[in-house]
């Protein structure tokens, strides 16, 4: 059977490729270099992305709560993020078990067969695999248009998740990746003066740093109300996709977080499930 | 206001160089085929983005304008109108 090793958590700016070379000396670079080691030490065959999408592969005329992409093969990114060109494998038979598994307990996925992945998929695989050659399963969560799917149904489908992993008649060892922010303002009445961002709550960013660090999941499940996330900013529902990655982890604390960014509420984090 | 054209716009405008070219040279005409209201075409022509927020227009999308300073918007003018803004219901 497939084997869940390693779960991982990680922002996804699409600044980043631009602005922090892989093996530069900044503190983000040598973040996602330290979280790299884990993933890396895992030895993953497959990586499940846990991602929102920001109307790059979908649009309002038919916004999925939950997709998952079910092909032999991606490419992106497909928005305008400087970066490098990838063309992704996708792991079709991890997609197709987590698919049939997940509709057999309630969690009716739309299916994407055709796709390309913006920023929040391609910015972190950029900084933690080498060429994006490890075959991916992109789940998309709905983390930014009203309304949102609340946070215990996120916590369910992680647990769905792992338990589909678990159940693949294939002896392969699979990583769970969530990416996001937990307090980030985009183009709305709480970005900085002059600019198109701001953190409008750092304290909520520091509050569910500190439940992760504590394993405290449950009550992060309770806490995190749309109107919770709304007021960390009109992407603080990017937590969503974190909070499916921990309801693959259970009760397990990380084994490696990065202290609590105070500046821009960016959080580093790395489970390690290996049985 | 549905907003969605105006959704609708802003996504194209993300994604489709020809149409962010046309509203540079002359956006009225750019956008005068868009199944927009009265008011979300004035919005747009004046650089009213508080108002097209309040409307509903989602500030992800709403925010690409200001990537190309499309209908006189730049980032520090988004900023400062958008800054009073309510949250639509």
């Keep these: 059977m497939a084997e869940l090793v390693a779960a991982i958590g990680v922002p996804h700016s699409p600044h980043y490729p631009s602005q922090f070379p892989k ?11 330290a ?28 916004f999925p709560t939950f997709a998952i992409g079910v092909a032999e093969a991606a490419f992106g990114p497909n928005d305008q993020t400087r970066m490098p060109h990838y063309d992704l494998t996708v792991h079709a038979e991890l997609a197709s078990h987590v698919l049939k598994v997940g509709m057999n307990e309630g969690f009716d996925f ?13 910015v972190p695989l950029y900084y933690l695999t080498d060429g994006v050659k490890t075959p991916v399963v ?35 060892r699979v990583a769970v990746l969530a990416t996001g922010h937990f307090s980030l303002e985009i183009a709305g009445p709480r970005v900085d003066p002059g ?25 992060l499940v309770t806490e995190a109300t749309p109107e919770r996330m709304w007021k960390a900013g009109n992407i603080g529902g990017e937590l969503l996709n974190w909070i499916v990655m921990l309801g693959t982890v259970g009760t397990a604390k990380p084994c490696y977080l990065a202290d609590h960014d105070d500046a821009d509420g960016h959080t580093f984090a790395a489970w390690s499930l290996r049985q | 206001m549905s907003a969605y054209q105006v959704n609708k716009l802003c996504h194209r405008l993300y994604h489709d160089r020809s149409l962010r070219d046309a509203v540079k040279a002359n956006p009225a005409k750019a956008i ?25 227009v989602h ?19 988004y900023a400062e109108r958008i800054k009073d803004a309510k949250d639509p219901n």
């Design chain 1, 110 to 122: 739309a299916v994407a067969q055709e796709f390309g992945v913006d920023h929040a998929v391609l």
């Design chain 1, 195 to 219: 600019e198109r961002h701001g953190t409008p709550d750092i304290g909520w960013s520091k509050h569910v740093h500190r439940r992760i660090k504590n394993a405290e999941i449950t009550d």
């Design chain 1, 138 to 172: 992109p789940i998309w969560v709905n983390a930014f248009v009203k309304p949102l799917p609340s946070a215990r149904r996120c916590y369910a489908l992680g647990q769905m998740l792992k338990s589909a992993i678990g159940s693949l008649p294939r002896d392969m």
């Design chain 2, 32 to 56: 005068a085929d868009w199944p927009l209201s009265d008011a979300e075409r004035t919005a747009l022509l004046t650089g009213d983005v508080r108002q097209l927020y309040e409307s509903g």
């Design chain 2, 59 to 77: 500030p992800f999308l709403l925010g690409h304008i200001t990537r190309w300073d499309l209908f006189g918007v730049t980032a520090a003018t």
């Design chain 1, 23 to 33: 093996d530069g000396p900044e503190h983000t670079s040598r973040t996602y270099r």
């Design chain 1, 35 to 62: 979280v790299k080691d884990h993933l890396d030490a895992a030895r993953a065959d497959a990586i499940v992305v846990i991602a929102n999408d920001h109307f790059n592969t979908f649009f309002m005329n038919n």
